[in-house]
């Protein structure tokens, strides 16, 4: 392709934006408000998952075994567990370690200084973590079939609402994705008509002296390419310090929640997003162009 021909397409698709400047403005506003809305979605979702995996790493199964259990009995329920499907790791804990434990977590040292390990009311129990929360109850049920266990402690109703928040979010982002991407893609479709309108006497010319179709239609295609990436990056310039200062408000106003669960980086999330949404951007513009021009290529 001549350098010639790729000044004449800018020039034109540049042309194109500012001589129907007002739909060009709005073809990039509802460019901006659907990935905006998408950003929105997207940081929901990354950030319900990440707390997903760390609560995965906090929140195990404790196993208690009956009590006098010999060594070997113990090893075996250790095998036991080991060999489901979804236990990442078994840790044991001894009725010692546990109280120590009891005593750190509650900071009752005193209160509990009549114990020890001549009179442990705790028995021995494991800690039994997963690679994916979503399989706990099915997980609890098999550990209850094991002999040895006597009671197994987990946050199945925690878990269960965690997990139906990410699906729900999941599904929901989905959705709204495809329905904003629709939208965008009538608004660009839209704006590039106006454009091929106004040339259209131009068009039937090229066409008739010979030129191709994708001569004609290249300026129109970068046009809606300008249109899509200047929408994305709109939002992006502007989500990101948003995202940034809203998690720096979360943690100042609930102190509380680090001790819980914490937000992903922002520069994690925005350089997958950043460039994924100038492509998304790019992609609805080439769309919208290419559906608008069918009908005039065809002379």
Not at 71 to 81: F, H, T, V, Y
Not at 133 to 141: N, P, R
Not at 186 to 200: P, Q
């Amino acid at each position: 392709m001549k350098f010639r021909s790729i000044k004449y397409f800018f020039s034109e698709a540049f042309g194109g934006v500012v001589r129907n400047r007002l739909m060009s403005v709005a073809s990039i506003g509802t460019v901006a408000a659907c990935i905006f809305i998408i950003t929105i979605c997207y940081c929901a979702l990354t950030n319900v998952d990440y707390m997903l995996e760390q609560v995965e790493e906090s929140i195990g199964i404790a196993v208690f075994l009956d009590e006098g259990l010999n060594s070997d009995k113990i090893l075996e329920i250790n095998d036991a567990l080991v060999s489901l499907e979804h236990v990442e790791s078994v840790s044991y804990i001894s009725p010692d370690d546990a109280l120590n434990d009891l005593k750190e977590s509650l900071d009752a040292e005193e209160l509990l200084a009549g114990f020890d390990e001549t009179n442990n009311p705790l028995s021995s129990s494991f800690e039994v973590n997963l690679d994916d929360i979503a399989y706990q109850s099915e997980t609890v049920d098999q550990i209850k079939l094991i002999d040895g266990v006597r009671n197994i402690r987990s946050s199945e109703s925690e878990t269960q609402i965690l997990v139906k928040i990410s699906n729900f979010v999941g599904i929901f982002g989905v959705v709204l994705i495809l329905v904003l991407a629709a939208i965008s893609v009538v608004i660009i479709t839209n704006t590039i008509k106006l454009s091929v309108f106004t040339r259209r006497t131009e068009i039937s010319i090229m066409k008739y002296v010979g030129a191709t179709d994708w001569f004609i239609r290249w300026p129109f295609v970068i046009e809606g390419i300008i249109i899509g990436i200047v929408g994305a990056a709109i939002p992006m310039i502007v989500a990101w310090p948003l995202y940034n200062k809203l998690v720096d408000v979360i943690y100042e106003q609930i102190p509380m929640i680090t001790s819980i669960v914490s937000f992903k980086f922002g520069i994690d999330i925005f350089s997958v997003l950043l460039p994924g949404s100038l492509l998304f951007g790019a992609l609805l513009g080439v769309l919208g162009s290419t559906i608008s021009l069918r009908k005039h290529l065809d002379v």
